[in-house]
């Protein structure tokens, strides 16, 4: 079955600094990748979105990639803000099937 | 626009009732999405619907729940009966594309936090 892997363990890292989060997973190639944001009580809200033939893709502060070949993409958060806390989920669409599959999800805490 | 509108937004019953919970999806959106969230478990898609068509029920717990989605403006989830190990937070989402392949960014509700006695 599909699985969608994300660092259980939540992020610390000082402001500032670049954060990085991990989306791993197994037993698909998903036709795209999004990322989205969620902050404690409230629903998600997408960030971006990048596309199998897509290496890499950036929105001010952000930056996606996706390897295909690895079946990862990466988060990056530069020059981070204490309001970036928050949990982010990667999620993945089954292209045969139009479901959007979320990840569990990695907590960021940055530290002024 | 008001964006994907949940209820109600706290829900706290006994084991045993039913509970109906409630999403308007944003206006001209064509695919709809209920997922519920737990600390174990994360955000788990329970059903989609593709204008107002149920495309995806296989992520439904079991015939206890149900949805429906009677137009295009509206759709239900119900639980009958309630048991506490359904308590969680379960979300509405909506859709601009028309589903299947490439469904695209989803806008999601504040969601319903449910909790069953």
């Known amino acids: 079955s599909q699985k969608i892997e994300q660092n259980s363990e939540a992020l610390n890292i000082q402001e500032g600094k670049t954060a990085t989060l991990t989306c791993n997973y197994t037993?698909?190639?998903?036709?795209?990748l999004q990322w989205y944001r969620q902050d404690p009580g409230r629903g998600p809200v997408f960030l971006l979105l990048i596309r199998e033939n897509e290496k890499e893709k950036r929105k001010e502060r952000l930056k996606v990639t996706f390897d295909t070949t690895l079946k990862q993409s990466l988060f990056h958060i530069t020059a981070s803000q204490p309001a970036d806390s928050a949990t982010y989920l990667c999620?993945?669409?089954?292209?045969?099937?139009?479901?959007?599959?979320f990840g569990q999800g990695t907590t960021l805490q940055v530290k002024p | 626009d008001a964006g994907v509108i949940q209820s109600p937004r706290h829900e706290v019953t006994e084991m045993g009732q039913e509970v109906t919970l409630r999403c308007k999806p944003i206006?001209?959106?064509?695919?709809l999405f209920w997922y519920r969230q737990t600390m174990m478990r994360g955000l788990e898609l329970l059903i989609y619907f593709n204008n107002n068509v149920p495309i995806d029920d296989s992520g439904m717990p079991e015939d206890r729940f149900s949805a429906k989605m009677p137009n295009a403006s509206f759709s239900t989830l119900k639980i009958q009966p309630s048991e506490p190990r359904d308590s969680a937070v379960y979300f509405c989402a909506s859709s601009p594309s028309g589903g299947g392949a490439n469904t695209g960014e989803l806008f999601f509700g504040e969601g319903s936090r449910l909790t069953v006695l």
């Open positions: 037993n698909y190639s998903p036709a795209y």
């Open positions: 999620a993945l669409e089954y292209s045969d099937t139009g479901k959007l599959i």
């Open positions: 206006s001209g959106h064509n695919s």
